[in-house]
């Protein structure tokens, strides 16, 4: 909803002040008949201009809502508490604004050089910036060209070290393996605390690292092998910015954490927009394009999104209500953008990159992952702009979004919409106020007291 700005009431007044003389041997005139009735006919124009200004004023407020369909009229309140909530965060967005930049005006953060073989040799592969892991290359450039990058290691407050790991996996039985992450975070440990002093000072307390992968810094694709790996333990005093988070504890987010979203390409999504408006038509009322078994187990006898999705196709896939593919279609966020409710059922691991799709293409998400925790809860108020279904009452998904579309499916949508909601979820290859890498930043903010003490940064050791 774009907010229309009301200026405060400007002061109207006038003195009027006439006075017409007309000296004659030393004498003033007396006023003509004629200027008398001038005068009152000013005053009384002026008065009757006050008034209807005033009038006009306090009666048609720019923000007046628009009247209510009979099939709201039951959550009338509802959208009208919303709607008040919204156009009060609009209100507050510059000061918020404000005391974001004042927040990062100080931050420093280092970025190690390391050799290209941690980093950049992959990114021969084009995948390795498109794909849903591709947030460590992301972040990597936007802090690389950011201006809260210092050179002067000794005044930095967090030292990024830079290491792709998701490009670099191979697949076995159809998983991903990413088996070969510990060896190469460690040996760019191993360089980087024998060449700097900064991480032995600490032992990695203020350094940061990116684990885009279903279960984070565990490195591995299936529940129960990550848990029974664990984080390695050369990672356990850093800070990790990480995909995957639930809101119990979990071996795999026991780490000083910063929850991300998953990379979707920002230029996917410009280019889709361009061509189909978020408030534009809506044909598909709910839409799932996706990896769904109908036999629940896979060739390794692991049981796939815990068979919510096996359920979601055989309950729904000849309801004339639900759109199910589940064929890959490189064109898919043109059927996103046309849908009303899109499904985000959980994969191996609770998060899906369809969260963040949706959102910023204005479809609202349909979070069925039991206790999940969602990225940047600070700047993406979930709560207002997506549905939330229990994994054991997906049967009765139909049910569930009739009932939201026939009630406060608008405010949700209005809500959805605002565009804060699609910045914060998305990473540019600059850093831009309010997106995803800012979002990052803002978040290693409030970790200051990580950082190693300015009084033991004034003794400089040589490198």
């Avoid at 060739?299 to 064929?327: A, C, E, P």
């Avoid at 069925?368 to 925790?373: E, P, S």
Wanted: glycine share 4%.
């Amino acid at each position: 909803m774009v907010e229309t700005k009301v200026p405060s009431k400007e002061k109207r007044g006038f003195y009027v002040k006439m006075r017409l003389l007309h000296a004659k041997n030393g004498r003033v005139q007396e006023k003509s008949c004629f200027f008398k009735y001038y005068k009152w006919f000013l005053w009384l124009s002026l008065s009757l201009y006050l008034f209807s200004s005033y009038f006009i004023t306090n009666n048609n407020p720019p923000n007046k809502p628009t009247p209510l369909t009979k099939t709201h009229v039951s959550n009338a309140k509802t959208i009208l508490a919303s709607r008040a909530l919204f156009e009060s965060t609009n209100a507050s967005h510059l000061q918020e604004s404000t005391d974001d930049q004042g927040l990062l005006k100080d931050l420093k953060i280092f970025v190690y050089e390391l050799p290209p073989k941690y980093n950049t040799d992959w990114l021969s592969n084009e995948r390795c910036t498109k794909h849903l892991f591709a947030s460590e290359v992301a972040i990597h450039r936007a802090l690389s060209n950011s201006d809260v990058r210092t050179f002067d290691p000794y005044e930095a407050h967090f030292f990024f070290v830079p290491v792709y790991v998701s490009c670099n996996f191979s697949t076995i039985n159809g998983f991903p393996a990413i088996g070969h992450a510990r060896t190469l975070i460690s040996s760019a440990i191993q360089l980087i605390s024998s060449e700097y002093p900064f991480w032995n000072r600490t032992q990695g307390f203020d350094h940061v690292f990116v684990a885009s992968h279903d279960y984070g810094a565990c490195f591995h694709a299936m529940e129960d092998v990550a848990v029974a790996d664990g984080i390695p333990g050369f990672l356990k005093n850093s800070i990790i910015l990480q995909t995957f988070g639930v809101k119990y504890r979990h071996p795999c987010q026991e780490v000083e954490n910063v929850l991300i979203p998953p990379y979707i390409p920002p230029e996917s999504v410009r280019t889709t927009l361009e061509n189909f408006p978020v408030n534009g038509r809506r044909n598909i009322f709910v839409f799932f394009r996706g990896k769904m078994e109908v036999h629940p187990k896979n060739i390794s006898g692991r049981f796939y999104s815990k068979r919510v999705r096996t359920v979601i196709w055989r309950k729904f896939n000849n309801d004339r209500r639900f759109y199910l593919r589940r064929h890959r279609f490189a064109g898919y966020q043109s059927e996103i953008v046309r849908s009303v409710f899109c499904l985000c059922p959980l994969g191996w691991a609770p998060w899906s990159p369809r969260l963040v799709e949706s959102v910023v293409l204005g479809c609202v998400p349909v979070i069925i992952a039991d206790g999940i925790r969602l990225p940047f809860a600070s700047a993406v108020n979930w709560a207002e702009i997506s549905l939330t279904v229990a994994e054991r009452d997906v049967g009765n998904l139909g049910t569930i979004l009739e009932h939201v579309a026939a009630t406060n499916l608008s405010t949700i949508q209005k809500n959805l919409w605002d565009q804060r909601n699609r910045r914060a979820l998305l990473f540019n290859n600059l850093v831009q106020e309010g997106d995803a890498t800012w979002q990052v930043l803002l978040a290693l903010a409030g970790k200051m007291d990580r950082s190693h003490d300015s009084s033991s940064r004034g003794s400089r050791v040589s490198i």
